[in-house]
């Protein structure tokens, strides 16, 4: 009697230190097959998810009769100044842009840069092109369409068609539109793709790291540059 009376008090004092919880825990093969189950989801509609992960970085194409084509080479692509040609020939506009990085001095582009250019843009046939001397300091994105929009007011110019790499094009035209049309610039979107397109950028490793860091950068921009420098 003694004893139970002992561990009665006990457990009395005990519930204001300690308590026992009873939990239901899943097993092993539960996990493992949830697991497959998911994957075998993703693997049946990656018909879907693939290319709208793709299309999510990727500016719509709109095109209109500009006063200047602007060739976005950041990366020296080719392909941009095929399109630019492309458009010339069909009329929007007779005038290109090309944003070019300087080491130093604001007014002369780098010499091997342009270098480049003048080469890439004579065998794309471009007419009729200018190089735009660009200062490079973070963010460089937002701060080179500042330079832009500089070089477009004091050229009394009004629109422009802006043509980009294809997953880099959102945020590009996010940036340009953010910093253009407060000036009274109409903006046109032209992304341009080479191998990888929004349908099979998971083929290769260099497409998934592309799109993964044109997704993150559009994000950054979108609630972080972009909010503070307005």
């Not at 509609?45 to 299309?55: A, E």
């Not at 009729?128 to 369409?145: G, K, M, V, Y």
């Not at 790291?209 to 950054?220: A, G, I, P, S």
Request: hydrophobic letters at 45%.
């Amino acid at each position: 009697m003694r004893t139970r009376l002992m561990m009665g008090q006990g457990s009395m004092w005990q519930r204001h230190f300690l308590y026992r919880k009873e939990s239901i825990k899943t097993t092993w093969k539960f996990r493992l097959a949830m697991l497959i189950l998911v994957i075998l989801i993703g693997s049946l509609t990656r018909g879907l998810w693939i290319p709208s992960i793709g299309w999510s970085v990727v500016c719509p194409e709109e095109v209109g009769p500009s006063d200047v084509i602007l060739v976005e080479n950041f990366n020296s692509n080719y392909l941009l100044f095929e399109r630019a040609s492309a458009l010339q020939k069909a009329g929007l506009s007779a005038r290109v842009l090309i944003p070019t990085p300087t080491p130093r001095d604001p007014e002369v582009a780098n010499t091997v840069f342009e270098g480049f250019v003048e080469v890439m843009a004579r065998v794309a046939r471009v007419q009729n092109f200018e190089i735009i001397p660009i200062r490079q300091h973070e963010p460089i994105s937002l701060n080179t369409a500042y330079q832009v929009r500089d070089n477009l007011i004091k050229e009394h110019l009004s629109s422009v068609i802006a043509v980009t790499p294809g997953f880099r094009s959102r945020r590009s035209s996010l940036i340009y539109h953010a910093v253009l049309k407060p000036a009274g610039i109409q903006v046109y979107c032209v992304p341009v793709f080479g191998h990888q397109t929004p349908e099979n950028w998971t083929e290769t490793w260099h497409g998934i790291q592309e799109v993964t860091e044109q997704f993150l950068k559009l994000q950054f921009y979108r609630f972080y540059v972009l909010p503070l420098s307005g």
